[in-house]
């Protein structure tokens, strides 16, 4: 269980006649095993702030984040790192496989970081879900927006976290594929009790989600579904 | 896999990986050329003043007063006072023995020719078997010490040969105002008897020396009935240079407290070995010829000191150049570090793996600017001192020690980068 308790975050720097920007407004939030939550919003509205705060990667300006009651922004480096790995998947926004690794080593990345052996086996039924099988020994340089895309959401997916977060996961992809991934990300809700947390533009998403907010200068809103 | 990643990185920014080589090779170069002339030079100017001769001269107590007040050395008439040719193995057996290169005794008589005209001869070791006390052996004599002598015809004489004790060395101005060719035979009077000796040598010296005879010491004792005494002895030694201390106990060493005086004895100063050799023969004066000794000292400290500053200086360098090139190669792998830290790599482990990479390039780069340093080495041997570089192993851990040290210097401020780096500022889409 993920919770954001009174959150916010400034970022320091000139615009206009304050020194800082508040990209969060002070918020709380809660992701609950097996759920699938949708946050929409526009570009520059914070939802990337806010997910990054989420998945432990980004200190709040003011307020905690509990993983299962820890404030992991008041662990050590060595902790922090092992909660990522462990129970926080991200997959960005920005393209995020290593070059130097092939597709199935950046998807076995994770696991073997902290010497686990990572299953091969998952790692290709993952892939192949997401119609990227034929990619596993290929090297990210050659690799198109959305097969890089489908190869981290694979990663995470591998990651075999309790929670995931995922950044604009159809970024880059076409109608087809986007029904695929969020048919999978549902499915890592329901079958694998994981909690799922969207950031996207991708209105689909609605479909699958259990909560949904909205989001706008910082702000957010529950959005009533069904 | 971390292996791979580093192979993969080292591969993927090979450029930048071969200009970090190239740093660190051109600084352990430079260390390496620096630090081996510095050694090797000290020796080389070492052997340079044992070249040039004694630098300790050993005389009686009382014939070194007169001789220095009324200039008269030479004159045997007023050398009454002697010292004993037994005693010069006892030389090598000083504290500072093993830096008693050479020396050679001297005794010098005025002799007479068939055509009634007079010369000086100096009686002096060559190459004279010495069995020690301690059980060693040695061969010494003048012909070490007169290095620059030009044989001109001839030979050196060998005391070990057979029929050297009837041989004399003539100077070239000598042996030309008498027409003496090598191989000739000449009588010779002394106040004591009459010898026939062969020419075995002529020499050019460059000096007085050139108007008279050399022949063995054995042979000017028998000429002046002198058995066992010797008016002189040269040693040539190798010395520390002298300083504050040094210059203190050569007034006065009982002026010294205890334990400078120890200090002072244990070190190879020209004065404390003076001293030492004064303590085992008879009734002697030892001196140093000073200007050899001090000037060879303050130049040989000032090239090494200019030698460590050219090694500090390129190590600064390099230390800027490693610095500059791993913390550009850190800014273009930032987007791959802040990944690796939001899958849950720790800091260190990622330092880590940046430092292998670094420390496999520096461990090339040594490689290569150890060999590169040896050649500047041997370059820097012939071009300046006309002769090879010994290369001193010592050196090589040294030089490992000091590149490590500046590799690491080098790479702080990247490792302080990596731990910096927020991976949500990378992450960030678009950025
Ligand atoms: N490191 C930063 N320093 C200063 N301002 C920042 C920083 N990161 C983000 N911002 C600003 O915060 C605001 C929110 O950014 P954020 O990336 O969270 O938006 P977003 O909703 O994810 O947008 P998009 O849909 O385009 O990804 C933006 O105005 C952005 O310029
Ligand atoms: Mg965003």
């Not at chain 2, 004694?54 to 006072?81: H, R």
Request: a negative charge.
């Amino acid at each position: 269980m993920l919770k954001a308790e009174n959150i916010k975050k400034r970022y320091f720097q000139n615009r206009g006649e304050a020194n800082y920007f508040e990209a969060v407004k002070e918020l709380s939030l809660t992701l609950a095993p097996g759920t699938v939550s949708v946050l929409m919003g526009r570009s520059g509205s914070g939802k990337t702030t806010l997910l990054h705060m989420l998945s432990g990667l980004l200190a709040p300006t003011e307020g905690r984040v509990l993983l299962d009651g820890t404030d992991i922004y008041a662990l050590p480096d060595k902790e922090l790192s092992e909660k990522r790995n462990r129970f926080l998947a991200v997959v960005p926004q920005a393209r995020s496989l290593l070059d130097t690794l092939t597709v199935m080593e950046n998807i076995l990345l994770p696991a073997r970081l902290y010497g686990r052996v990572g299953s091969e086996e998952a790692a290709r039924t993952f892939m192949q879900a997401l119609g990227i099988g034929h990619l596993k020994d290929a090297f990210p340089r050659g690799l198109s927006g959305g097969e890089l895309r489908r190869a981290a959401i694979a990663r995470s997916l591998c990651q075999d976290t309790p929670i995931l977060l995922c950044d604009e996961p159809t970024g880059d992809l076409d109608d087809e594929n986007t029904a695929i991934v969020l048919d999978i990300l549902l499915k890592a809700a329901k079958e694998q009790g994981k909690a799922v947390f969207l950031a996207t533009h991708e209105s689909e998403a609605l479909k699958i989600a259990d909560a949904a907010y909205k989001m706008d200068g910082g702000r957010i809103e529950d959005i009533l579904i069904n | 896999m971390l292996f791979r990643m580093i192979r993969g990185v080292l591969f993927h920014q090979r450029g930048k990986m071969l200009l970090i080589a190239f740093t660190i090779a051109l600084g352990a170069s430079l260390a390496t050329a620096m630090l081996n002339v510095m050694w090797d030079v000290g020796d080389k100017v070492n052997k340079e003043l044992k070249n040039y001769g004694a630098n300790i001269t050993v005389k009686p107590k009382d014939s070194s007063l007169l001789s220095d007040i009324y200039d008269v050395g030479g004159e045997e008439e007023l050398n009454t006072a002697y010292l004993r040719e037994d005693e010069l193995g006892k030389l090598k057996t000083i504290f500072w023995a093993f830096n008693i290169v050479d020396f050679t005794p001297f005794l010098d008589a005025r002799v007479t020719l068939p055509d009634n005209s007079t010369v000086k001869i100096n009686g002096t070791w060559f190459g004279h078997h010495l069995d020690l006390p301690t059980g060693e052996s040695l061969d010494a004599g003048i012909t070490g010490m007169r290095s620059w002598w030009d044989i001109v015809d001839g030979k050196w004489l060998d005391e070990k040969e057979e029929g050297a004790e009837r041989e004399v060395m003539a100077g070239t101005l000598l042996a030309q105002s008498m027409g003496w060719q090598v191989g000739d035979t000449v009588l010779l009077s002394g106040s004591h008897g009459t010898r026939e000796v062969t020419i075995a040598g002529i020499f050019d010296a460059g000096g007085d020396e050139d108007e008279q005879l050399y022949a063995p010491l054995d042979l000017v004792q028998e000429l002046t009935d002198r058995e066992n005494k010797v008016s002189s002895i040269e040693v040539s030694a190798l010395t520390t240079p002298d300083n504050e201390l040094a210059r203190r106990a050569a007034r006065n060493p009982a002026a010294l407290s205890s334990r400078d005086y120890e200090t002072w004895y244990c070190t190879a100063y020209v004065s404390a070995i003076c001293y030492q050799i004064q303590e085992v023969i008879t009734g002697s004066v030892a001196s140093a010829v000073r200007q050899v000794a001090e000037s060879e000292g303050n130049i040989l400290d000032k090239t090494q000191l200019l030698m460590v500053l050219i090694t500090i200086l390129s190590l600064i360098g390099s230390a800027l150049g490693i610095s500059n090139l791993v913390t550009a190669s850190i800014m273009e792998r930032s987007q791959e570090i802040g990944l690796l830290k939001a899958i849950g790599a720790r800091d260190y482990s990622i330092t880590g793996v940046v430092m292998a990479q670094i420390l496999i390039t520096a461990l090339a780069g040594f490689a290569v600017g150890y060999i590169m340093g040896f050649g500047f080495a041997q370059l820097i041997g012939h071009s300046v001192f006309g002769s090879a570089i010994e290369m001193k192993a010592r050196v090589v851990p040294i030089v490992a020690g000091l590149i490590a040290l500046v590799t690491l210097a080098g790479s702080l401020p990247a490792i302080r980068m990596v731990l910096r780096l927020r991976p949500a500022e990378v992450l960030h889409g678009g950025r």
